[in-house]
């Protein structure tokens, strides 16, 4: 029997008294979390300069008790494991920056959505019969009392816990591990590769769907479905954008760090959050759909969302500067960002692996234009926006679903071929200019290989800054 880890986030409800030494133990990890931020900038940066340190490697340790000082009272009003888990939290972002996996841990600022790390010796979880779900919070010492929390799903009691507070509600999210169910052993992908490879084109044909991503229509899938936004949904973020409008223009006019602009301030981040849960839901149904339509080899096109919903370079003419169409690009970016392509290949991604179902990425080149029965590509293929006609053997069909049949057999031939994960990987190419220190201003991004581990040795850590210092840096992608 195998088994996966889930995630869960529960709304919470604390008392106003409960919420205000909430909110302090967020204040106390936060400014532990950021002097640990500032005091690993501030070994490397003394490090780069000091020839007597090289080799010295930076300290990566949870130790927090040097920023209990005469000068911090106030730390001393929360739990000490409150400030060990800001620690920790630090420790484990640079960890994940050493891996390769993030950049470097930055300072966490006091605005937008706020949240605490809690470990078990400050929390036990209690099921009333009378109340419902219950959170026992806070030590002798630190009492915070019980807290209700409405579980909208079945859980296991997890190690430990994040309350965080966004727009002014509270919520409380943990994960846990759980048996996965239907399924005994959970296959890696290069291994669901090999069984499916050895089915016939045919079989395979009928098990695998490809899907092409839109902004008119957010999805569109080789059997000829669309999966699109429920419209009462649509009405609802329109007339959400509009009470967002009303808002700024309040919000402009009053008086700033007064209690009344505070309050339109939540109201305006609540009306902004419900787009962004509004694509979260579709994300979450589309992509449950898609895992139990009987499809069990999911292909989508590899899209960098970043690189597309970049802004347009501002044009000059003869030293004069000239409209460059950014307007037009920022309400295509919002139509982007905001159809959730991201997430649905995210929660696609595993929620396929938990059911053993294969997920690829294609490259999406000319999928618009390609015809799906005889691969001849030409641009007048696509008739209008909705139609595609192919211009030799005549095939009509909707462009979307011609688009997920050309992305289906890219899929297929991929398999055939051996290729399992292609995942679209940044690499930075670096060319030598003639001028030292041209065209680098916008570096700021070091990063690193898989294999970089362990600490870079400072020697090396300061040459290789100064030969990027020196280049030209590219961003490409594979
Ligand atoms: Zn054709």
């Known amino acids: 029997m195998s088994s996966y880890s889930t995630g869960v986030r529960f709304a919470l409800y604390p008392s106003l008294a409960q919420a205000s030494v909430l909110r302090q133990w967020i204040g106390c990890q936060r400014v532990i979390y950021n002097a640990k931020v500032a005091e690993d900038q501030y070994f490397s940066t003394f490090r780069r ?11 990566l340790d949870q130790q927090y008790a040097q920023f209990k000082t005469e000068l911090t009272p106030w730390l001393s009003e929360v739990p000490s494991q409150i400030l060990r888990n800001g620690a920790v939290r630090w420790r484990n972002a ?13 300072k966490r600022r006091a605005h937008g959505r706020q949240a605490v790390l809690i470990t078990n010796e400050l929390f036990q979880f209690v099921a009333d019969e009378q109340d419902g779900h219950v959170l026992l919070l806070g030590t002798p010492k630190f009492p915070v009392g019980a807290l209700r929390f409405t579980a909208h799903r079945p859980y296991q009691l997890p190690k430990q816990v994040v309350i965080s507070v966004e727009a002014g509600r509270w919520y ?7 048996a996965s169910a239907g399924v005994d052993v959970l296959r890696s992908p290069e291994e669901l590769a090999y069984e499916f490879n050895n089915w016939s084109d045919a079989e395979l044909l009928t098990v695998t769907a490809g899907y092409d991503r839109g902004v008119v229509n957010r999805l569109a899938d080789s059997a000829g479905l669309f999966y699109p936004v429920d419209p009462k949904v649509t009405l609802r973020v329109q007339r959400k954008e509009v009470q967002t409008r009303r808002y700024q223009r309040k919000l402009a006019r009053q008086v700033k760090g007064s209690t009344n602009r505070n309050k339109t ?7 902004q959050n419900y787009r962004a849960r509004c694509a979260q839901d579709w994300a979450h149904k589309t992509s449950y759909a898609l895992v139990t ?3 069990k080899v999911h292909v989508l096109e590899a899209l960098q969302v970043a690189n597309m919903t970049k802004r347009s370079k501002p044009k000059t003419e003869n030293g004069k500067w000239v409209r460059n169409g950014a307007a037009a690009k920022s309400g295509l970016n919002k139509a982007i960002l905001g159809s959730a392509w991201g997430r649905l290949a995210l929660y696609l991604n595993y929620k396929a692996t938990r059911r053993n179902q294969l997920v690829l990425v294609v490259p999406p080149h000319y999928s618009s234009q390609e015809c799906s029965e005889c691969h001849y590509t030409h641009a007048d293929n696509r008739a209008t926006q909705a139609l595609f006609v192919c211009q030799r053997c005549g095939f009509t ?10 992305l289906r057999a890219r899929g297929i031939a991929q398999l055939r071929a051996g290729v399992v994960v292609v995942k679209p990987r940044k690499r930075i190419a670096i060319r030598r200019t003639s001028q030292p220190g041209a065209g680098c201003s916008g570096m700021s991004v070091e990063r690193q290989d898989k294999s970089g581990l362990e600490h870079h040795a400072p020697g090396t850590h300061a040459a290789s800054k100064q030969k990027i210092e020196n280049c030209e840096v590219r961003s490409t992608v594979l």
Request: overall charge positive; aromatic content about 4%; hydrophobic content about 35%.
């Open 94 to 106: 640079k960890q994940r920056q050493l891996q390769g996996l993030a950049g470097a841990p930055v």
């Open 49 to 59: 300069q000091a020839l007597s340190l090289t080799g010295e490697p930076t300290p």
């Open 265 to 271: 301030k939540v109201k305006l981040a609540r009306l």
């Open 293 to 295: 339509s009987g499809t």
């Open 172 to 178: 409380v999210s943990f994960s846990f591990e759980v």
């Open 397 to 406: 069909t909707h462009a979307d679903t011609n688009a997920s049949r050309v």
